[in-house]
């Protein structure tokens, strides 16, 4: 091996088509997520980019954007998020541009390649994240990326930030049982996402606390949607001792559970007590005006902005999880249990 090649540092584009036995133009090409490369070259190109690192040119400086990713955009919630890292971005003249990903929690095959095209400061991924072999093209080009609400165990390598899901789920349950309810159930996120998980344990905690053994049958697994808490709330009401007070794992959720109980001739609070999860529009104003638990997402947003731009600086974060409050926030759908 020459010397100039043996030293430790980034190759650039042109010790890379040396390596590779390309041209600098076709390395061009897989540097910058352009799609018109055949597969086994892009995989050799990629091998040793991912082996040696990659050393920008110094004129070829990232956009000046921030890439914000969804698994979908619907409701109040991505909103939220936007506002929170437009916050930022704009601090830092910056501009935002948004990617959904139809619902998936991982990004499609040529994602990467869309993002390496456009070359922006850092990715901010939400209630998602990419696989390990695109998070690997990412950092070997120098493009951080920050999770919020991941999907997957807190314990990570990927920087990221959530909220206190499981104090929130303790808070809630504890509310309910202080108001003297003894049959609550629960209508859970997916099993694989950490958020619906630690809510879980929340809820476990409190009942465990109390005193009192978790009935399997008043726990239900959803998606984190209002068909969700319609149906399982249907299912619940019609158990032979059925729930005095029902924990939802969202807004979206409690949403579902309103509607049941309407359906059953049911009245929240004095027949259904209902505590939800987010306080995102529009559960100040249902009827009655829902308590749940008020999660921090814009400032969730803003933080994780703040960190991608902290990587893209060169500088090592102070933490590589950060966990904000959740809070309580009492309204009218939650009473003690009517006296039989």
């Not at 991912?50 to 890439?67: C, D, I, S, T």
């Not at 959803?222 to 319609?230: E, P, R, Y």
Request: charged share 20%; hydrophobic share 40%.
């Amino acid at each position: 091996m020459p010397p100039a090649e043996a030293r430790d540092e980034p190759l650039t584009i042109a010790q890379i088509a040396k390596r590779a036995g390309v041209s600098v133009a076709t390395v061009s090409k897989v540097v910058n997520g352009r799609a018109d490369v055949a597969p086994a070259t892009r995989s050799l190109i990629e091998d040793i980019i991912r082996r040696h690192g990659y050393r920008r040119q110094k004129v070829a400086g990232p956009a000046a954007l921030l890439e914000l990713v969804f698994h979908e955009v619907r409701g109040p919630y991505p909103l939220e998020i936007y506002q929170g890292v437009q916050q930022v971005a704009a601090e830092h003249q910056l501009a935002v541009v948004v990617a959904e990903l139809q619902g998936r929690h991982t990004p499609g095959q040529g994602w990467a390649d869309g993002v390496l095209a456009r070359r922006p400061t850092g990715v901010i991924s939400v209630f998602s994240g990419p696989t390990g072999p695109q998070a690997e093209r990412l950092s070997s080009r120098g493009i951080p990326f920050v999770l919020v609400d991941p999907t997957g165990e807190p314990g990570h390598a990927s920087p990221s930030v959530g909220a206190n899901n499981w104090s929130g789920g303790l808070s809630a349950t504890r509310h309910l049982l202080g108001l003297g309810h003894r049959r609550v159930a629960m209508i859970t996120g997916p099993e694989d996402v950490l958020a619906g998980r630690a809510r879980l344990d929340g809820y476990r905690a409190a009942m465990d606390a109390a005193g009192l053994p978790v009935d399997p049958a008043l726990v239900r697994t959803g998606d984190f949607q209002i068909l969700d808490g319609l149906k399982h709330t249907r299912d619940l009401l019609r158990l032979a001792d059925p729930p005095t007070a029902i924990f939802a794992g969202n807004d979206g959720q409690a949403l579902g559970v309103y509607r049941a109980a309407a359906e059953a001739g049911l009245r929240v609070p004095e027949d259904l007590s209902v505590v939800g999860f987010d306080d995102l529009f529009p559960s100040p104003w249902l009827t009655p005006p829902l308590t749940t638990v008020r999660q921090p997402l814009a400032e969730m947003a803003a933080t994780a902005a703040t960190m991608v731009l902290t990587l893209a600086q060169g500088r090592e974060l102070p933490q590589n999880r950060v966990e904000l409050a959740t809070e309580l926030i009492v309204r009218d759908s939650t009473a003690p249990p009517a006296a039989h």
